[in-house]
């Protein structure tokens, strides 16, 4: 076209001398449309650059094509993976995402759901901040589908999709136990943070089956964060905490710990043997290479998406379940 104003299907009709009718069937690949006529009506979609009015349909479909992803800390590598899987099945199905964070603060987790409401999205994917009263705060505020991941709420029956994190727990310190540590720790997130919890369930298991005496004080819950592992490492080290092994949480922390370690001249795995927990990708380059349980968190955000989706797309009943998934040991040089 000689101007730069937005192509419509009505142009295109008038250009072929056709009904838009036929060029919308045309062009979303529906309804009886004569090859030929088909062929020419694509032809010159193509040549005069036309794109749908995504804003036009949405108003029709009363559907925007969007999705939120509401996490609790971008600066995890977990979520990070997460966000890719849940976008390359958005992409398959011409949708968008819409991703926010909450920094683990269940106030800015109610204002962020009502933005994301309030822009109109199909669904949400859920990391909760809070899940022991998050169906209050998110499944009351909502007229849309909603999944869990990550972080399971423990208020209501909810979508969830998360790594079997007890069995993860229980795994990592079985290795530590397997490789002759004794005095062994747990540190993790805070009580708000079911797949800790989980995880430190694991740990208690897996120490009195070996026979040993288990008390609170082997769970540290400190964060979730490098500087975090970092700072409570030094301090433990300053009170001379007799320990010989570390599950962490997550790899991140494990990264705050192994450095405190290192500063004070501690050998690892000689003197303290380290395992975390995702399998990030600096666990390869680090020094030592980091012994860790590795969650599959493509396979998690996709087996989420997809879920998500079927609940937007259809009017099937979908019962509301956990889904768990198998997390898998990788033996490097940390432990």
Not at 65 to 94: E, L, M, R
Request: with cysteine; glycine share 8%.
């Amino acid at each position: 076209m000689a101007d730069n104003s937005r192509i419509r299907q009505q142009d295109i009709a008038d250009k072929l001398g056709l009904s838009v009718s036929q060029v919308s069937r045309a062009l979303n690949g529906k309804g009886d449309v004569a090859p030929e006529t088909r062929k020419k009506i694509q032809k010159l979609a193509q040549r005069w650059d036309y794109t749908p009015d995504i804003i036009a349909k949405s108003l029709r479909l009363k559907q925007t094509k969007s999705i939120g992803i509401i996490q609790f800390d971008v600066c995890n590598p977990f979520f990070s993976t997460i966000i890719k899987g849940v976008d390359d099945v958005a992409q398959k199905h011409s949708y968008s995402i819409i991703v926010s964070n909450t920094y683990e603060d269940s106030a800015r987790q109610e204002q962020i759901i009502k933005n994301m409401i309030s822009r109109g999205v199909d669904g949400l994917l859920v990391s909760p901040s809070d899940p022991y009263n998050v169906c209050k705060s998110v499944l009351m505020q909502c007229n849309i589908p909603v999944v869990f991941f990550g972080n399971c709420p423990t208020d209501c029956e909810a979508h969830c999709i998360v790594g079997d994190d007890l069995l993860g727990g229980y795994l990592a310190t079985k290795f530590l136990l397997d490789r002759g540590y004794k005095k062994i720790i747990y540190i993790g997130a805070g009580k708000d943070m079911i797949y800790s919890e989980k995880r430190a369930e694991g740990f208690k298991k897996a120490i009195t089956e070996r026979g040993l005496s288990f008390y609170d004080g082997m769970v540290h819950r400190v964060g979730t964060t490098m500087e975090v592992g970092y700072l409570y490492m030094k301090n433990l080290l300053k009170r001379k905490v007799d320990i010989d092994g570390i599950f962490a949480s997550n790899d991140v922390l494990s990264y705050g710990c192994l450095r405190a370690l290192h500063e004070s001249g501690m050998r690892v795995p000689g003197d303290i043997g380290i395992i975390g927990y995702d399998e990030a990708a600096a666990n390869e380059i680090i020094n030592p290479r980091l012994t860790c349980l590795e969650q599959p968190k493509y396979e998690i955000a996709v087996a989420a998406a997809e879920l998500l989706l079927k609940l937007i797309e259809t009017d099937e009943e979908i019962e509301p379940k956990t889904q768990l998934f198998t997390p898998t040991l990788i033996i490097r040089d940390s432990a």
